[in-house]
């Protein structure tokens, strides 16, 4: 080791990267296009990331942003973040094949939006607008739902008295800032009634407790990788500040990070959020060790073990496949 690695350190958060959800969706149109060859058309980013979609796409996958763009009796794959009721009807009406690639834990929360509704009850629903993931689970019950983007937004809404409330959110959320929204709503509606289960996935409450975990022991930076687009990447960054690490920066790969970020950094933190695959945080490992940065250690919060079977309808014709 140089005498200028001495005082430097490179600690890298696990887990990190791909969660089953992701895994699963990827492997998903990859399976698609051996199967039924190219093209298959998949509705939205199958993950939010820029990476895995470009790859796929030179692999004969092409995205689209509605369905009005697949020609009739094509093959479509739904992304990880899920769709509405309305968008399977048209599916079925422009006569397309689908395979659904919606995370199960997006499944879930789509249960319960619908058993909540059935029930009579208000939906408050905690996420972001304009995201994929929110676009459809209120659209399994626009009538019942309200969108909560924020812990101020609390303050305005107005509900007629004796009404029932419920709460739900995106799964990629902070889960403090979730958790401070929840609170500021108890506030105001006493009763209000819970999911089942948290609708914050397993690994993006890992991910950010292994950032808060690094960024509390003193780090100079925090380095996310990750797209814009991708909201548990976003949240990241913002989680590795409140728990104190002094900047944080999202890249979508190494070519992203400005050299000055490191001026006078010994300590650097680096993670990546559940869409990204590997080989974009080993870039940017090489990216400090060009730099005069040690081999990174890596400090794991929790094992993950968890995995989602395919999609049922590529299963079958996988079968139907290795029988002929």
């Known amino acids: ?65 509605e369905l009005d763009e697949v020609p009739p009796g094509s093959t479509v794959v739904f992304s990880a973040h899920g769709v509405s009721p309305a968008v399977h009807a048209e599916a079925a009406e422009r006569g397309l094949k689908t395979i659904d690639a919606t995370c199960p834990l997006v499944t879930k929360v789509h249960h319960e939006a619908k058993r909540f509704a059935a029930d009579g009850k208000q939906i408050l629903l905690i996420g972001h607008a304009g995201h994929e993931e929110v676009e459809g689970t209120m659209g399994e019950a626009p009538d019942n739902t309200l969108l909560v983007q924020s812990p101020d937004d609390v303050d305005n809404i107005e509900l007629p ?33 819970d999911p089942p289960s948290d609708d914050i996935c397993y690994a993006t409450q890992n991910r950010q407790l292994a950032v808060k975990q690094i960024a509390s022991g003193g780090c100079d930076l925090m380095i996310v990788v990750g797209s814009s687009n991708s909201s548990n990447s976003v949240r990241l960054v913002e989680v590795a500040l409140e728990a104190g690490a002094k900047t944080s920066y999202r890249v979508d790969n190494a070519s ?69």
């Not at 969660?19 to 939010?48: F, M, N, S, W």
């Not at 419920?166 to 509606?189: C, I, P």
């Open 1 to 65: 080791m140089s005498v200028s690695e001495l005082n430097k350190r490179v600690v890298l958060a696990a887990p990190r990267g791909y969660c089953a959800g992701v895994d699963r969706a990827v492997i998903t149109v990859e399976k698609a296009l051996d199967l039924y060859g190219a093209p298959v058309y998949v509705r939205k980013q199958i993950v939010h990331n820029k990476h895995v979609v470009e790859t796929l796409e030179d692999r004969g996958a092409i995205f689209v942003e």
């Open 256 to 324: 992203e990070i400005d050299p000055a970020w490191l001026e006078g950094v010994q300590s650097v933190g680096v993670t990546s959020g559940a869409s990204v695959p590997e080989e974009l945080v080993d870039g940017v490992l090489q990216y400090l060790r060009d730099r005069g940065y040690p081999v990174a250690i890596e400090e794991r919060l929790t094992e993950e073990t968890l995995q989602f079977a395919l999609p049922p309808e590529l299963r079958k014709d996988i079968r139907r496949a290795v029988k002929h």
């Open 161 to 193: 008295e004796g009404t029932n409330v419920a709460w739900l959110s995106q799964t990629t959320l902070s889960v403090d800032e979730t958790m401070e929204t929840v609170g500021r709503l108890r506030e105001k509606f006493p009763l209000l009634m």
